[in-house]
């Protein structure tokens, strides 16, 4: 069940599932953490385990459901995609001038890592202190992706953009291009999208026309970057974006 969705261009917060309770409880850790809870039960008729699991079960189910877990899940689509339009203006990542807007690369493991500490931040406070430390690590992972699920499913182009914030708009998904990873993001954050300033109004056809030419020439100048290159664009637009203010 998708809990992300892009409608009409604008990714938005659908409904929640048990989908991240059960896969953590699934998991060594979750698994763990029942053990723990199952040693401050005294007595159950179900056993102290299944029953611990229970609990936790409905504690986490309960804070996912939450108003405040919500209303935080539906504001990070806007976070989410403002974050990839503050990388598109990193000076070192790959970019063509189409008509003085800017058509910009950004590895999808910039993404990633600039995400992820203040969408977990965020999302641990609208849990609330009853839900473990180790869920709401769990819960942001699971939420960065399925976002970012959203948007690849939504297949963008130039007919299609996601948008983003300011004039940004996503118009391209590449998920195989492999990036140097500094930050060890993984597997799921390989490959590149392309941001691009989208004139008021949106394109007329032959602006998209030019818009397909330039993804496309873009795409073919990036396979002749050597791992060194790719390493320093991802690591020289990290450095800057580190000295901005948005």
């Not at 990633?112 to 992972?141: E, I, N, Q, Y």
């Not at 690591?235 to 901005?244: G, K, S, V």
Request: hydrophobic share 45%.
């Amino acid at each position: 069940m998708a809990w992300f969705e892009v409608s009409g261009g604008c990714l938005r917060f659908r409904r929640t599932s048990r989908d991240p309770v059960r896969e953590w409880l699934e998991s060594s850790e979750g698994v763990e953490a029942i053990g723990s809870a199952a040693g401050a039960i005294r007595f159950s008729l179900l056993g102290r385990v299944r029953a611990a699991r229970r609990r936790m079960a409905r504690t986490l189910s309960d804070a996912i459901d939450s108003k405040a877990t919500r209303n935080s899940l539906a504001a990070e689509c806007e976070h989410f995609l403002a974050t990839w339009a503050q990388i598109a203006y990193a000076p070192a990542l790959p970019r063509i001038m189409l008509d003085g807007r800017r058509l910009v690369v950004v590895p999808r493991t910039m993404i990633a890592r600039r995400s992820a500490g203040a969408l977990s931040t965020r999302l641990g406070a609208a849990l609330g202190p009853s839900v473990p430390d180790g869920f709401k690590a769990f819960f942001a992972r699971w939420i960065l992706r399925a976002i970012d699920d959203a948007i690849r499913r939504a297949a963008p182009g130039p007919k299609r953009p996601v948008q983003a914030a300011e004039s940004w708009s996503c118009v391209h998904v590449e998920p195989d291009f492999l990036w140097v990873d500094p930050s060890f993001s993984g597997e799921f954050w390989r490959g590149h999208v392309m941001m691009f300033e989208l004139p008021h109004g949106g394109l007329r056809r032959g602006e998209r026309r030019a818009l397909v030419t330039a993804i496309a020439q873009l795409s073919a100048s990036l396979p002749g970057l050597t791992r060194s290159a790719r390493d320093g664009t991802v690591r020289t637009a990290a450095d800057q974006m580190a000295t901005m203010r948005f």
